[in-house]
């Protein structure tokens, strides 16, 4: 199971409890719009993976140094988190894994699809993405990223994924640490038992 942080983690945490799997996360980031950064232009993911929104740089005619300035600052944000969640732990090995991806919903997909595209190049047995909601077309478009697209609800109209919960605070980094200590914990238990 991966959550992808931030928000994705506390509900990658709960999905992890309930088929009792084993938590982690996949680092991506968002490619905001210069002054808009809410609007996806793209995504990177760890490997070096770095997606666009063809239609979004084309339309607002970015240029390829706007991007890149992005990239750059989203790339170094990346790190720092992948050093404060995974610490010294080893870089993920999904080699002939069944991974499932979880994140807090789907808008525009593209730190999904990154993750998506990154994890891929591990060569997993499956990967089957999972939220609790979705754009309706971004969940039918996941059909051909992923062996597998579970998109709880699909409402019409969906403008943003913050809309469907009851309270959609920002997740920190201290509750993600927190998600991944407790889930570790838990693992330790049952290997023991075991």
């Known amino acids: 199971m991966l959550g992808l942080p931030r928000g994705g983690v506390p509900v990658a945490f709960e999905v992890a409890m309930a088929l009792n799997a084993p938590l982690d996360v996949f680092l991506v980031r968002k490619l905001g719009v210069p002054e808009h950064e809410e609007w996806a232009m793209g995504a990177i993911a760890s490997g070096g993976v770095r997606i666009l929104n063809q239609e979004v740089v084309e339309r607002l005619d970015l240029s390829e140094v706007a991007i890149d300035q992005v990239?750059?600052?989203?790339?170094?944000?990346?790190?720092?988190?992948?050093?404060?969640?995974?610490?010294?732990r080893p870089p993920l090995n999904l080699s002939d894994l069944s991974v499932i991806l979880v994140d807090?919903?789907?808008?525009?997909?593209?730190?999904?699809?990154?993750?998506a595209v990154a994890i891929r190049q591990q060569q997993p047995k499956q990967t089957i993405a999972a939220v609790p909601v979705s754009a309706p077309e971004i969940c039918d478009e996941f059909q051909v990223e992923v062996d597998k697209i579970i998109c709880a609800e699909t409402p019409r109209p969906f403008f943003a994924v913050g809309l469907w919960y009851e309270q959609f605070s920002q997740t920190t980094d201290d509750e993600v640490r927190n998600l991944l200590q407790?889930?570790?914990?838990?693992?330790?238990?049952a290997t023991r038992q075991n």
């Open 104 to 115: 807090d919903g789907l808008a525009t997909g593209a730190t999904m699809r990154a993750a």
């Open 182 to 189: 407790q889930a570790a914990e838990r693992e330790t238990i």
């Open 71 to 88: 990239a750059a600052a989203e790339q170094q944000e990346l790190e720092r988190r992948e050093q404060a969640y995974r610490g010294n």
